[in-house]
């Protein structure tokens, strides 16, 4: 069992930057795969980044990819996104998401979920 927190969600200006962290309790956590997704108001909760364990890579959804980056510390327990160049249409609830195993862009693959942190760009 995982208990995931996000935090650092806010409002910045389109062009400004964020940061994303969550922090996860419990044993293990490095033999979690760590994901975030988004989810827009009356859309469907997306993928946005994950890393892979097959060879170590970060994988992004297109529409971030270049602007967006993950990166975990075990040692603290925490995952973080990396928002920069952000633009109106990046508004969301972002949540963290943890599953035994490498990511994945599957959120159904997914068995632990952050409650999510409100991330607003104004144009």
């Known amino acids: 069992q995982v208990q995931l927190v996000e935090s650092g969600g806010g409002l910045v200006q389109a062009g400004g930057s964020l940061t994303l962290s969550c922090a996860a309790s419990g044993r293990a956590f490095s033999g979690y795969g760590m994901g975030w997704f988004r989810q827009a108001p009356g859309k469907e909760r997306e993928f946005v980044a994950t890393?892979?364990?097959?060879?170590?890579?970060?994988v992004y959804a297109d529409s971030v990819k270049g602007r967006f980056t993950i990166a975990r510390d075990n040692a603290k327990n925490t995952v973080y996104l990396q928002m920069n160049s952000l633009k109106p249409e990046d508004t969301a609830v972002y949540y963290c998401?943890?599953?035994?195993?490498?990511?994945?862009?599957?959120?159904?693959?997914?068995?632990?979920w952050g409650q999510g942190s409100q991330v607003t760009v104004s144009s």
């Open positions: 890393h892979m364990w097959s060879d170590g890579s970060a």
């Open positions: 998401a943890a599953r035994y195993g490498s990511g994945s862009h599957d959120r159904d693959r997914y068995d632990f």
